[in-house]
């Protein structure tokens, strides 16, 4: 009897793959639904001893058991995207089945959990220092650095959080993990509880994941005697943005408003409940069992670039022909990802612009394609890295259009307990509205009397720029999260190197 493999990833089954699976079960085949490839141009992808075809439709079903079909990609593992790239935290994806604890075990699962009992918590720490492994969210800060301030906090309780509410625009990176690897989360929280002393955990999965709560809920009953003592916890997000800023995230676990806390304190010292926490997010310690294998550390760290160590996995979605999950070490450059990975626009056109690290990354200029994909690399050009989404855009964006979205998106979506983000956005609104309706020279109020909040008497347009810019300084260095303290960098971006698009 043929095996079918098909992914039961939410992006699949968007693409109709559970029909696809039934009509290959009426067939006769025996179908296993295993987790994604990310290829995901291609899905729904079903896989027949090796070679891949896709994107599949109920109707491709005969041809493809007929030995006939013209989707055929060849061998899966041979594929370009999939044979380039670095994959140790996604080492697993498209090869096994979520929530079989046989196949999490036969490929090397809980081996870092086991291994890291082994050792003493401070001997964990320092190999996961010893690493080089850095936050993969907004400012990268060092994961060995902030399990030290927690181990040697003194408290009754100590907690792990883990930050799932993956809210960029771009990002699923995440939710491929949860849904098809939920373990290695699983096992990474259970390396961190132990490591910092703490018994209990909790994963903040965004509301709009409804598959990833399901198998994170099934994964942590099935896995419950293996992490004993350490308990984990879903919790479903609250619909908000900045739910994502961790103290936020601590106030809504907590049962309050999803409102940014001023530090100090940081969480690491009064954290979740007010006790000592460790924060990361999914990739993060999705990259801790990795590390904690024989010889784990020194591996992860040859990876990378100066102090980005690693393995990144990157999502390329936008405009783009060849959309999907490619993980690979630090250092590669947008040229190589948009191009020669992703195969350049879907539209065929020119790239215009890419945005890096989510609604509130700067955009990217063509001509900073050569650009090493690093921390220090994209924090020298006011760039973030941020979870690694990358969004195309071709030459019909409109980049003014864009700027105003940021401040558009921050001032819906601000918490609204510091001024600069709560006022500062909608000001921000406001005045790109009034550059972009007024002729370049216009220094009359005259000439906009339909505008809302209209240019004050005898201030040009040039000088609502200033403004403009001086409200972005205000709003970067302001704000008490970077909500606020990020939304410049797309304005500032765009109004840079398209000020054409204001006009």
């Known amino acids: 009897m043929t095996l079918i493999r098909i992914s039961d990833d939410a992006l699949a089954l968007a693409c109709g793959a559970d029909a696809v699976a039934a009509a290959f079960a009426a067939a006769g085949c025996t179908v296993e639904r295993v987790s994604s490839w990310g290829l995901h141009w291609l899905e729904p992808l079903v896989e027949v001893g090796g070679i891949g075809y896709g994107p599949m439709a109920p109707d491709d079903v005969s041809a493809v058991l007929a030995g006939t079909s ?3 990609i060849g061998m899966i593992a041979e594929h370009p995207f999939i044979a380039r790239q670095q994959r140790l935290t996604f080492a697993r994806a498209g090869k096994t089945r979520p929530l079989s604890l046989d196949d999490y075990s036969a490929t090397g699962g809980w081996a870092g959990l086991t291994r890291a009992r082994s050792l003493s918590p401070d001997q964990v720490i320092a190999e996961v220092t010893q690493s080089g492994l850095r936050g993969r969210g907004g400012a990268g800060f060092p994961a060995g650095i902030k399990w030290k301030t ?4 003194a408290a009754s309780h100590k907690y792990v959080v883990c930050n799932a509410d993956e809210g960029d625009s771009g990002t699923f990176a995440d939710r491929m993990l949860m849904e098809g690897d939920p373990y290695h989360l699983i096992e990474g929280m259970t390396i961190a509880a132990y490591a910092v002393g703490a018994s209990q955990g909790y994963i903040y999965v965004r509301s709009e994941y409804p598959h990833a709560i399901t198998k994170l809920n099934q994964a ?4 419950a005697d293996i992490i004993a003592p350490f308990r984990i916890e879903v919790r479903v997000g609250a619909g908000a943005y900045v739910c994502g800023e961790e103290t936020s995230l601590l106030n809504s676990i ?6 940014v806390r001023a530090k100090p304190p940081l969480p690491a010292h009064q954290g979740l409940f007010g006790q000592p926490t460790v924060i990361n997010n999914v990739l993060t310690l999705a990259a801790v069992p ?8 020194a591996h992860y760290d040859s990876h990378g670039v100066a102090r980005s160590k690693g393995t990144m996995p990157i999502q390329l979605t936008g405009n783009i022909k060849s959309g999907g999950l490619f993980e690979t070490a630090f250092g590669i450059t947008l040229h190589e990802l948009i191009y020669d990975i992703g195969g350049g626009t879907a539209s065929g056109r020119p790239v215009k612009a890419v945005q890096v690290g989510g609604p509130l990354g700067a955009y990217i200029h063509p001509d900073r394609f050569d650009l090493p994909f690093c921390y220090e690399e994209y924090a020298g050009v006011d760039a973030l890295v941020g979870h690694g989404g990358i969004v195309v855009f071709d030459d019909t964006a409109d980049m003014g ?5 940021a401040m558009q998106f921050c001032a819906a979506e601000s918490c609204g307990k510091c001024t600069p983000c709560r006022i500062g956005s909608t000001r921000g609104v406001e005045l790109i509205d009034r550059i972009r309706s007024s002729p370049r020279g216009a220094d009359s109020v005259e000439l906009l009397p339909q505008m809302h909040n209209a240019r004050k008497a005898g201030r040009s347009r040039e000088e609502d720029i200033a403004l403009l810019e001086d409200l972005c300084e205000t709003l970067k260095f302001g704000s008490l999260c970077a909500l606020g303290g990020f939304t410049p960098y797309p304005v500032l971006s765009a109004l840079k190197h398209w000020p054409e698009d204001f006009t």
């Open 150 to 153: 927690v181990a040697d906090a």
């Open 401 to 405: 259009r864009l700027a105003r979205f």
């Open 70 to 72: 013209t989707k055929s």
């Open 220 to 223: 942590i009953v099935l896995s």
């Open 254 to 259: 907590e049962g309050k408003r999803g409102e």
């Open 290 to 297: 990795h590390i904690l294998l024989e010889g784990g550390a």
